[in-house]
């Protein structure tokens, strides 16, 4: 069974960046395509992009085009996750998740990381 | 943008009642939508996808019908760790969710 572990709470200031780590257990890391969604306080999910491991390739959702970056280190299993610019509307748990089946973009989550907590405050 | 409306916002019931979710599209999502379970303090967990599937590990008192527009979780008997919010996302037109529903004890 996978396991995704991201990168412990972070506390930012206005105009900062941030980056996000998720670690995959198991040998398949490079198979399966890796969202990143975040969640503000008390709100509802929302969807930031995918990489695909294997190459590389990223694509974003479109209000985060020129604000986040999605890479990954193959050799340890790890995709990362930068925020740039930050403001005070980024304080969110981050979430990774992976796509349900390989090699297939289904956009179905399974299973999620943990969450990370970036806090934006001056 | 394809907006998810759930309803009710909230639904109170007991432990062995059945629980009916229903989500709504404002258009047509043919079977591309998904269920997930969300507990305080945790991550949120693929319960339903392509409307009518169930994810590995899911019990069988989960199940997820519809088509189109309208969609339904049904949760056949409710147990004790059901209680949690649920949020259905389509993946048609771009990634969306909705805006959840909080299952309570009654």
């Known amino acids: 069974q996978v396991q995704l572990l991201q990168s412990g709470a972070e506390l930012k200031k206005p105009g900062a960046s941030v980056k996000v780590s998720c670690k995959a257990s198991?040998?398949?890391?490079?198979?399966?395509?890796m969202h990143w969604l975040r969640q503000a306080p008390g709100q509802g999910l929302e969807w930031m992009g995918w990489i695909y491991p294997k190459s590389g390739g990223t694509n974003y959702a479109q209000r985060f085009q020129g604000k986040v970056t999605m890479t990954r280190d193959t050799s340890i299993s790890t995709v990362y996750m930068e925020l740039s610019r930050l403001t005070s509307d980024d304080t969110a748990i981050y979430y990774c998740?992976?796509?349900?089946?390989?090699?297939?973009?289904?956009?179905?989550?399974?299973?999620w990381g943990q969450g990370t907590l970036v806090t934006v405050s001056s | 943008e394809t907006v998810l409306t759930q309803s009710p916002a909230t639904l109170s019931l007991s432990p062995g009642e059945r629980a009916t979710l229903s989500c709504r599209a404002s258009?047509?999502?043919?079977?591309?939508l998904a269920w997930y379970q969300q507990k305080p303090g945790q991550a949120p967990r693929l319960l339903i996808y392509d409307a009518s599937n169930r994810a590995t590990g899911i019990p069988a008192r989960f199940s997820g019908s519809g088509s189109g527009t309208d969609f339904t979780l049904t949760i056949s008997s409710l147990e004790p760790e059901d209680f949690a919010v649920y949020y259905c996302q389509q993946r048609s037109h771009w990634i969306t969710f909705g805006q959840g529903t909080r299952l309570e004890i009654k």
């Open positions: 258009q047509s999502l043919s079977s591309y």
């Open positions: 998740a992976r796509d349900l089946y390989p090699w297939k973009l289904l956009h179905w989550f399974d299973p």
């Open positions: 198991g040998n398949t890391f490079s198979d399966y395509y």
